[in-house]
């Protein structure tokens, strides 16, 4: 969250609401996704309708505008923020809370019978449109496609961004793209989609290809569109971002076309799999417009192929995750160490110069591309507002008597970090410690679990809250998300977390998982602690029915502090656990840091034994 007011949005809506009313369109209500026509979870500027719609700047969440209401619905991550930025104009609707509706059931059973509901087909999923359409038709609705109206009251929206691309060797990525769009094609011909795949997702494209951008913000990736099929590879790219060395790595196979030109080559590319009598795979997360362009008898609807792959790292790219991880954590406790150090001497600092200073310790460190999200440096009751972003001049002043959360992450060449830690630069209150160590307490259970092939991080996210629950404690947001390779933060398919579609991706080794259970009360604190986690195989006693085992590989080394610890509430097993993940981050992290310095030292204090 913004730290920045509720900002008035009584003219957008109105100005959105007579453009509904208008003969062209006449639509009783209009819905507003957050995502873009790639449906990235973080979007360009010029993509961020629904914050500009509705005025709240979280991730995730949707907004529904009707002729005389208007409907924000988000996840827990955000109810505190979105009941701060939202003005009287909307309603807050708390996803998955007991009598709270979906947004689609919001459609369905809050508008009149008959209404017209006016989606831009960019931005909805062909998948979620299907399901809403048959449900829609029970009471005589409709979806009714039309342009992003959003857009057309929206005068300052800023530009598309193109800026310039970097190709990546195999040094870095293990694989070449060529090779990639081999094993694609390989997939493809499994799954029955012998007229090949579009490919929508930013981070896919990436991948695929080997490239990376900085068209979103915190997002290493840029505005493309691909089709693979048997017989061609064409990438569709604005036309500013393509120079010789795009077109040198990319070589002969790849052809380039205008960004713009995918739905008329779609067009084409339909009619020739109708007469060859061929499918084309539509990943679950393609927009309903390049369902249209090739037409629902041609597709078959599947997980894309590339979001699988991409999930499981290369031993290249483990290597790489694991070494910038020993960078980044040098940076923090640099970080932890100079903050905790000018808080000592009385020295006055908001939550936006620590996020800044952190910034500039990471960007000391080799390969440093920039931060992966920005941060969350949250002092006191700004710890309880999940996805908090602290900015000038409303940021607050770091109190050292209050709980300091800190969420940060970076790109690097070699690889995506993100780590929270929890500190108190004074002395904890007991209620204090006993949150934080029923967190602790899940962490470590994460962490050391061993689990029978098959299993999905769905399944495990009990494990992350046994010992809150035990307290009648809990949190509203997953235990764990994958992380990208010098990719996004945010990445999947898998997660540990209670979503559906968490339990159709068992973890396998090579994926990545972070472990950041989390306790939060309004107005007063906020606790998490967060590494990232490889998921490995584990030599097991045993083989019950000829599986293999897996367990976890940590690979964030920054002490968690002990100050926070209610030792009595811990087993022998957890002490041993908490003891020699600190043993290791003296091994790991200590040679990084200056002899003597105040990282150092820093270090040697809070990865002493308990």
């Not at 896919?204 to 990736?221: K, Q, T, Y």
């Not at 970080?335 to 936006?352: I, R, T």
């Amino acid at each position: 969250m913004s730290s920045a007011t509720a900002t008035n949005t009584t003219d957008r809506v109105q100005n959105l609401r007579e453009l509904m009313q208008s003969p062209q369109y006449s639509v009783n209500a209009f819905v507003i996704p957050s995502e873009d026509a790639h449906q990235s979870e973080y979007v360009a500027e010029c993509d961020e309708r629904r914050a500009y719609i509705s005025g709240f700047t979280g991730s995730a969440g949707l907004a529904i505008v009707s002729l005389d209401t208007a409907a924000l619905f988000t996840d827990g991550r955000y109810f505190l923020q979105a009941s701060q930025q939202l003005d009287s104009n909307w309603t807050l609707m708390k996803s998955g809370l007991p009598d709270v509706p979906t947004w689609q059931e919001y459609l369905v059973k809050s508008l009149p019978p008959g209404s017209r509901i006016g989606i831009d087909p960019l931005v909805v999923t062909a998948t979620d449109a299907s399901k809403l359409e048959t449900e829609l038709s029970k009471v005589g609705s409709s979806l009714v496609p039309v342009p992003n109206l959003v857009d057309l009251i929206w005068n300052d929206r800023p530009p598309r961004p193109a800026r310039k691309l970097m190709t990546l060797s195999t040094s870095t990525t293990g694989k070449t793209h060529t090779a990639k769009i081999r094993q694609l094609r390989q997939d493809l011909e499994k799954k029955g989609a012998t007229g090949g795949c579009v490919i929508s997702g930013l981070d896919e494209i990436a991948w695929l290809f080997n490239m990376r951008g900085s068209d979103v913000h915190c997002n290493p990736v840029f505005f493309a569109y691909a089709v693979v099929t048997q017989d061609r590879v064409r990438l569709y790219l604005q036309k500013d971002v393509v120079t010789k060395e795009v077109r040198e790595h990319l070589g002969d196979e790849v052809e380039i076309m205008p960004y713009e030109h995918i739905y008329g080559d779609l067009d084409a590319l339909s009619n020739r799999v109708q007469v060859d009598k061929q499918k084309v795979l539509l990943g679950t997360r393609t927009n309903l417009a390049l369902s249209f362009a090739l037409g629902k008898e041609n597709v078959v609807e599947a997980r894309s192929p590339v979001t699988d792959a991409k999930a499981v790292k290369n031993e290249t790219e483990l290597e790489g995750i694991r070494r910038c991880h020993l960078r980044d954590a040098a940076a923090v406790i640099n970080y932890f160490a100079w903050l905790e150090d000018q808080l000592s001497k009385g020295v006055k600092l908001d939550e936006a110069d620590g996020a800044e200073r952190l910034q500039q310790f990471r960007a000391t460190q080799k390969g440093f591309v920039g931060p992966s999200f920005d941060t969350i440096s949250s002092t006191g009751p700004n710890g309880a507002i999940i996805h908090y972003k602290p900015e000038k001049p409303t940021a607050s002043i770091i109190n050292p008597d209050l709980v300091y959360l800190c969420d940060s992450g970076a790109q690097y060449l070699d690889g995506t970090t993100d780590i929270t830690r929890t500190l108190h630069f004074q002395t904890p209150t007991p209620h204090q410690k006993r949150c934080f160590t029923r967190v602790l307490q899940g962490h470590i259970a994460i962490d050391s679990t061993i689990f029978p092939e098959g299993t999905t991080g769905y399944l495990l996210d009990i494990l992350s809250r046994r010992a809150l629950w035990s307290d009648g404690l809990d949190f509203r947001h997953g235990t764990g998300h994958g992380v990208g390779a010098f990719l996004n933060v945010h990445e999947g398919p898998q997660g540990c977390g209670a979503r559906p579609t968490y339990n159709e991706v068992p973890l396998v080794p090579g994926m990545t998982l972070t472990n950041e259970p989390g306790y939060y009360e309004d107005g007063e604190f906020g606790i998490r602690i967060e590494n990232v986690l490889l998921v490995r195989k584990v030599d097991t006693r045993h083989r019950f029915g000829g599986k293999e085992y897996y367990g976890f590989e940590h690979v964030t080394f920054v002490p968690i502090q002990t100050k926070l610890i209610e030792k009595s509430l811990l087993s022998g097993k957890e002490v041993e656990w908490i003891n020699q993940y600190h043993r290791e981050c003296l091994a790991k992290v200590g040679p990084l840091l200056e002899k003597d310095g105040l990282g150092s030292r820093w270090l040697q204090r809070e990865a002493a034994s308990i």
